[in-house]
């Protein structure tokens, strides 16, 4: 590979680029704009865009340098069409001064942003190198927009990459090696080769080179992927040891839960089973909304494999959803003499200690736990089955380490309420993951209905009104404390939230408590069980309760500046309340109203899928 040093780039400029891998020149020539400004067309000074393209004649050039005030480099110069009078400024940009300069009594051609008055153009320093250049055919720039990289000019930046580009071309073995794909392939597939797909990219005569350029490379992306897809999917286990040949239990659970189960569950279970009792290996995706009813899916899996003498463990992202997870499976597994264990960062040598020995020994079939439960630490005698919910919050390695606690052929389920369309699940995965859909939600739930509301005193008489009544409520803030930060000045944080209810809700009677991550986990856990007895009324609180606490007794979720949530997030949140057959409710507080889209879609959309679908577009 060819260093940067042979297109000029000195030691501290060549440590700049290796702050985004760049450490040779071929890395340079992949290094690819974000964006592109369409320059091809003049529109005039006078253009009622607010991005303006022109030819101008340049009079006078200064730079304005004053205590206090951002250093400008000003232009003054006259349209050659209109003869309108054209300031030009460049902010922070003095070291240009000598090449506009020269450019004095000179037409040249100008692109950048028009200020209010339109008399004042705002100059991209992106195009910097050009900047009043016009091409000998007369035609005007596509200008490519590259990611910035710190304390390096865009003009010093393209610049390189020009010399990157000469320098492989000239070098035609160099510029051979970016070819990856058989000369068939491509004309198969009508894609142009590597190299004029760079070239098109990083210096395009028209959008429709950048198109070429750009899907060339998507195709390369997409290839690779499906064959790496195709791969590992040829190097996974097919068939497992772990069969099921007594499922005693298994019906026994079923028949002594206080619900029947829905359609869409009892599917799932029996699909997994006969998988599994054919001597396949199980690597299912079990998705469907929030509380629909997914956990007990997964429960019944492990009670199958503890009756069949193997263990099972469920990993959950958040300690409270994991105790959750642990109170519940022990409350249906401990009275059929199966031991759960539980695992969680916070506990003491000698408690751990205890959980491994059981869990090493056999002794404890089931376990629970965060993140705990793939530690080096941690080794299980038997493992057959991995669980792993909301499976979108751990990382691929994470997710990879706990079917590596279990021998080749484990059994494997995770979870998602953040539903992705079908169709776009069997891209990602291929043939190598069983995705398994609840879609039925369980008897007597109602859908939560959603409003967005400006008026904060509005939504606190309907809070009051739901108290009143029994119920109780959730308020999510998106910061813990007030930032400093000019553009954070509108965001409520919990701290500022927290003394607002107080102040106004108080008088009412009504019982608040507030809770962050910021907090002891002792000290989160008391507030939070105290909210789950009925001893307060309204849990204020990050997004650290977006997963995990159920409360079928709350049926009110507040979300201020709901606008700077994404729609998982959004729908995970409303996913706290409508736990039962209470009507419950969603108010998305913003300042922006009805006229932000994704609110709109939470308001229209009660589906997790639909929701995914929106999240998609």
């Known amino acids: 590979?060819?260093?940067?040093?042979?297109?000029?780039?000195?030691?501290?400029?060549?440590?700049?680029?290796?702050?985004?891998?760049?450490?040779?020149?071929?890395?340079?020539?992949?290094?690819?704009?974000?964006?592109?400004?369409?320059?091809?067309?003049?529109?005039?000074?006078?253009?009622?865009?607010?991005?303006?393209?022109?030819?101008?004649?340049?009079?006078?050039?200064?730079?304005h340098e004053r205590p206090g005030k951002i250093p400008t480099l000003i232009a003054r110069c006259t349209e050659v069409s209109t003869g309108i009078p054209v300031t030009v400024l460049w902010f922070r940009q003095n070291f240009l001064y000598e090449k506009i300069y020269a450019l004095r009594s000179k037409?040249?051609?100008?692109?950048?942003?028009?200020?209010?008055?339109?008399?004042?153009?705002?100059?991209?320093?992106?195009?910097?190198?050009?900047?009043?250049?016009?091409?000998?055919?007369?035609?005007?720039?596509?200008?490519?927009?590259?990611?910035?990289?710190?304390?390096?000019?865009?003009?010093?930046?393209?610049?390189?990459?020009?010399?990157?580009m000469a320098y492989m071309e000239a070098n035609t073995q160099q510029a051979q090696i970016c070819e990856t794909l058989p000369q068939h392939i491509l004309e198969e597939n009508h894609q142009i080769n590597m190299w004029d797909a760079l070239c098109k990219l990083h210096f395009p005569k028209s959008m429709e080179d950048v198109t070429r350029?750009?899907?060339?490379?998507?195709?390369?992306?997409?290839?690779?992927?499906?064959?790496?897809?195709?791969w590992a999917g040829r190097k996974e286990t097919v068939g497992s040891p772990f069969g099921l040949f007594t499922l005693k239990d298994f019906f026994a659970v079923q028949e002594k839960l206080p619900?029947?189960?829905?359609?869409?569950?009892?599917?799932?279970?029996?699909?997994?089973?006969?998988?599994?009792?054919?001597?396949?290996?199980l690597n299912a995706l079990l998705q469907g909304d929030v509380g629909c009813g997914k956990t007990i899916v997964a429960i019944l899996?492990?009670?199958?494999?503890?009756?069949?003498?193997?263990?099972?463990?469920?990993?959950?992202?958040?300690?409270?959803?994991?105790?959750?997870h642990y109170e519940d499976l022990k409350a249906i597994a401990e009275p059929l003499g199966y031991q759960v264990a539980y695992l969680r960062a916070d506990m003491k040598a000698k408690e751990k200690k205890g959980m491994l020995e059981l869990i090493v020994s056999g002794e404890a079939r089931l376990v629970v736990?965060?993140?705990?439960?793939?530690?080096?630490?941690?080794?299980?005698?038997?493992?057959?089955?991995?669980?792993?919910?909301?499976?979108?919050?751990?990382?691929?390695?994470?997710?990879?380490?706990?079917?590596?606690?279990?021998?080749?052929?484990?059994?494997?389920?995770?979870?998602?309420?953040?539903?992705?369309?079908?169709?776009?699940?069997?891209?990602?995965?291929?043939?190598?993951?069983?995705i398994f859909t609840i879609k039925t939600m369980p008897n007597g739930r109602k859908p939560v209905i959603t409003g967005i509301s400006k008026d904060l005193n509005k939504t606190l008489r309907f809070l009051v009104k739901e108290v009143q009544q029994g119920h109780h409520a959730y308020v999510v803030c998106p910061m813990i404390e007030a930032s400093a930060d000019d553009k954070m000045a509108d965001v409520d944080s919990v701290e500022a939230i927290s003394e607002k209810f107080h102040r106004l809700l108080d008088p009412h009677g009504v019982r608040i408590e507030t809770v962050t991550g910021k907090m002891k986990k002792a000290e989160v856990d008391e507030i939070v069980e105290r909210f789950k007895r009925g001893e307060l009324d309204v849990l204020i609180s990050t997004t650290v309760i977006e997963v995990g606490v159920n409360v079928p007794e709350a049926t009110m979720m507040i979300i201020t500046n709901a606008e700077r949530f994404g729609l998982s997030s959004l729908h995970q949140l409303r996913g706290r309340v409508g736990r039962s057959d209470l009507q419950s409710y969603c108010v998305l507080m913003s300042p922006q109203g009805e006229d932000n889209e994704r609110l709109n879609a939470m308001v229209h959309c009660s589906s997790g899928f639909d929701i995914a679908q929106q999240d998609l577009r």
């Open 213 to 230: 350029g750009q899907a060339r490379l998507t195709f390369d992306s997409l290839l690779y992927f499906a064959l790496a897809n195709e």
């Open 107 to 164: 037409q040249a051609f100008v692109a950048g942003k028009a200020t209010r008055n339109t008399r004042e153009l705002l100059a991209y320093d992106i195009i910097m190198p050009t900047i009043f250049e016009q091409n000998q055919d007369g035609s005007r720039r596509i200008v490519p927009v590259y990611p910035s990289i710190p304390r390096m000019s865009a003009e010093y930046l393209t610049g390189k990459i020009e010399k990157a």
């Open 259 to 281: 619900y029947a189960l829905t359609d869409d569950q009892k599917n799932a279970v029996t699909e997994m089973v006969d998988m599994i009792r054919s001597g396949k290996r």
């Open 1 to 63: 590979m060819a260093t940067l040093d042979k297109i000029g780039v000195a030691t501290a400029k060549a440590n700049q680029f290796r702050s985004r891998n760049i450490n040779s020149i071929e890395d340079l020539v992949y290094f690819l704009p974000r964006k592109y400004k369409d320059f091809t067309h003049i529109t005039g000074v006078q253009s009622d865009t607010e991005e303006v393209a022109c030819v101008v004649r340049v009079n006078q050039v200064t730079v």
């Open 369 to 434: 736990g965060t993140h705990s439960v793939i530690g080096s630490s941690v080794q299980y005698k038997n493992l057959a089955l991995t669980v792993v919910d909301e499976e979108h919050k751990f990382g691929v390695q994470q997710r990879a380490d706990i079917v590596e606690k279990g021998a080749a052929g484990v059994h494997s389920i995770t979870m998602s309420a953040t539903p992705i369309p079908r169709t776009l699940a069997k891209a990602i995965f291929g043939d190598r993951k069983q």
């Open 301 to 324: 899996m492990m009670i199958a494999m503890a009756e069949n003498g193997y263990q099972a463990v469920l990993m959950a992202p958040t300690q409270i959803l994991a105790g959750q």
